[in-house]
């Protein structure tokens, strides 16, 4: 199984570092896209974009060790995703060539644009993928698009056991950020949120996602 996950800014992908570790684990291959550097930061105070740009895409890499993914950057602007058609060429040219069968993104209505865009643009990629005239060697095959879950959307659950070895991951992942930012969200409360999780999911870690259409069963692989 191969895994594209697609996200604006480095550290957006700590929701899936779980479910990318658990199949890397097991064999499977997992790649992280992200559409800009997040060069625009707040917490960078008055650092020069590119400064920003350098040290979060070095981010970006480092997690894609811990995770065993490949990392990979667009050159898109951070603060100026629209979800429109030129991201989403962007994003199908990806997929047409590494032929994921899982595409994780965030859900379509987070709060921050450069989130939403993510989603439609990445929505609109899975079409253009199959398109011979907008890319080269199109994917046909079947794609299955997961996106962040969020409460208020009427899609169905999907729970990723991530194990003790997928959460270990996460947790170094979750770790490496919370350190940089000095964030106040603890190791411990994030551990208890994955538990929680896994709870209703019956298992003992678990991430949580929803899938764009139905599916016959409420877990991935």
């Not at 929701?15 to 064999?27: E, I, M, Q, Y």
């Not at 929505?123 to 011979?132: D, E, W």
């Not at 659950?157 to 070895?165: L, P, Q």
């Not at 996460?170 to 930012?181: N, T």
């Amino acid at each position: 199984m191969r895994l594209l996950a697609v996200f604006a800014h480095p550290d957006d992908e700590i929701g899936v570092s779980g479910t990318l570790a658990k199949h890397v684990l097991r064999g499977d291959e997992a790649r992280i896209l992200w559409l800009t550097r997040g060069e625009l930061a707040s917490q960078f105070g008055d650092r020069p974009p590119e400064e920003v740009a350098r040290i979060r895409e070095g981010h970006g890499h480092t997690v894609a060790r811990m995770i065993g993914a490949e990392a990979q950057f667009l050159d898109f602007a951070d603060s100026s995703l629209t979800g429109g058609r030129e991201e989403a060429l962007a994003i199908a040219q990806v997929v047409a060539s590494w032929k994921p069968d899982v595409v994780v993104t965030w859900n379509p209505y987070d709060v921050h644009p450069d989130h939403r865009a993510a989603y439609w643009a990445t929505l609109s990629a899975l079409k253009f993928c199959r398109i011979p005239k907008l890319v080269s060697d199109p994917h046909r095959g079947p794609v299955r698009l997961l996106h962040y879950h969020r409460s208020d959307i009427p899609r169905p659950a999907v729970y990723v056991d991530v194990g003790e070895e997928g959460q270990a991951v996460a947790e170094r992942v979750f770790s490496f950020y919370r350190d940089f930012y000095q964030w106040e969200y603890s190791l411990e409360a994030f551990r208890a949120n994955r538990s929680r999780l896994g709870a209703e999911a019956g298992v003992k870690f678990a991430e949580r996602f929803q899938a764009e259409a139905p599916l016959a069963h409420s877990f991935l692989g």
